[in-house]
């Protein structure tokens, strides 16, 4: 029930997001969200995560400066961490799933070697750790949209990402 209502609630946050971040308004929303993606409260957390994936339905990465863009990468992939422990792995599944949605807002993180040696590691490292298949999913579809919209920058990481496939398969 809490899973399900926090979905709906980002939703509607999303959809109010998808018109007024174009248009410069709620300003504070996605620094908020990305500072509440490292929350100590599970709860806040969560919703932070998922609330980022949905705008990043919603909206253009086209209209958000590159630092933004790099805040809201940045609380994603931090999330991305397999630890041990009951509903440890839920973080990561939401910000793998989110991830997938905001490859788009990576372009300028893909210019810069060690910031797209992170994201990758990263994306390996919950894909290989985490023995959870929805994350796995996730982490497989990341790395398709990054192949297809950073072909140019991932020829290091064929290997990898060969290694990877060979394992989820």
């Known amino acids: 029930p809490v899973s399900q209502e926090r979905t709906q609630v980002s939703n509607v946050v999303a959809a109010i997001a998808g018109i007024e971040i174009p248009r410069k308004e709620w300003e504070d929303l996605l620094p908020n969200l990305c500072q509440n993606a490292e929350h100590s409260d599970y709860n806040i ?100 949209e990054i192949s297809t919209q950073e072909y140019d920058s991932i020829q290091h990481y064929f290997a990898k990402i060969c290694g990877v496939l060979s394992v989820a398969a």
């Open 45 to 144: 957390r969560l919703a932070s995560l998922t609330t980022l994936g949905y705008i990043c339905e919603e909206i253009d990465p086209n209209g958000i400066v590159d630092p933004l863009k790099n805040r809201v990468t940045l609380a994603l992939i931090n999330n991305m961490v397999t630890v041990e422990g009951p509903d440890s792995l839920a973080p990561c599944r939401v910000a793998s799933k989110a991830l997938v949605i905001s490859i788009p807002f990576v372009s300028q993180n893909f210019k810069v070697q060690n910031e797209r040696d992170y994201i990758m590691e990263k994306i390996f490292s919950a894909c290989e750790t985490s023995g959870d298949d929805e994350i796995i999913v996730s982490c497989l579809m990341s790395l398709r």
